[in-house]
């Protein structure tokens, strides 16, 4: 079997792979351990005042064994005022100062769980448009769900628009070769995104 990096102008040939360390943070980096009237505060806990508090361990171990960007991908974001929730994938450090319940907590404001249902008339339409889109026309269905928009406002507040911005993206003719996932990314972005 080949080596797949042959050839890859990109990568170096007989160069050993070491991990990346950030530790050139600047002596002066630091953020301010105090109590404001901004503060975002879930059960009586000042989290601000705890993200502060993270993003200067953060500073911390940056300054004495440096931050490992395969590893420490939470505190390399602190550094930039992000605080990276993903339910049970926390560092260590996250849990030391936040807690786990804490850190739930604040996943849980940040992204309520919503409750999503279709009207049924208006999936039966949706189906159509997709119908349309796949057996005739991209224009065909397009000019069916414009139709539809007009003479159904529930259709439009249940994804009538969004079907449309995505109709929109598809190409108008066929496509005769299979599209590489660069050129779909790259020609047909997600309105949904």
Same mark, same amino acid.
Request: aromatic share 6%; with cysteine; hydrophobic share 30%.
């Given at each position: 079997?080949? @080596?797949?990096?042959?050839?890859? %102008? !990109?990568?170096?040939?007989? /160069? ?12 002066? *980096? ?6 404001? =009237?901004?503060?975002? $505060? =879930?059960?009586?806990?000042? /989290?601000?005042? *705890?993200?502060? #508090?993270? #993003?200067?361990?953060?500073?911390? =171990?940056?300054k004495t064994g440096g931050l490992f960007v395969e590893s420490n991908v939470h505190e390399i974001l602190s550094l930039s005022s992000i605080? *990276?929730? @993903? ?10 100062? !936040? ?9 849980? #404001?940040?992204?309520?769980?919503? #409750? ?12 159509? /448009? ?36 995505? *109709?929109?993206?598809? %190409?108008?003719? $066929? =496509?005769? @070769?299979? %599209? ?8 047909? %972005?997600?309105?949904?995104?």
């Open positions: 079997m080949d @080596n797949p990096s042959m050839g890859n %102008p !990109f990568i170096e040939e007989g /160069v050993q792979d070491y991990p990346i360390i950030i530790n050139d943070i600047p002596d002066e *980096l630091s953020f301010e351990d105090e109590d404001s =009237i901004d503060d975002l $505060k =879930i059960r009586e806990i000042n /989290v601000s005042r *705890l993200f502060r #508090q993270y #993003q200067n361990q953060s500073i911390k =171990i940056a605080l *990276l929730l @993903n339910p049970g994938s926390h560092s260590k450090t996250m849990i030391d100062i !936040f807690s786990t319940s804490l850190l739930d907590d604040i996943y849980q #404001q940040a992204n309520p769980p919503q #409750q999503i249902e279709l009207n049924t008339e208006c999936e039966s339409k949706l189906r159509k /448009v997709i119908k349309k889109a796949i057996k005739e026309s991209r224009s065909r269905a397009t000019e069916f769900l414009l139709r539809e928009l007009t003479n159904d406002q529930m259709l439009n507040e249940n994804l009538g628009s969004m079907f449309l911005e995505c *109709l929109k993206k598809l %190409p108008t003719t $066929k =496509i005769k @070769n299979e %599209p590489s996932e660069t050129t779909l990314i790259t020609n047909y %972005p997600s309105t949904t995104l």
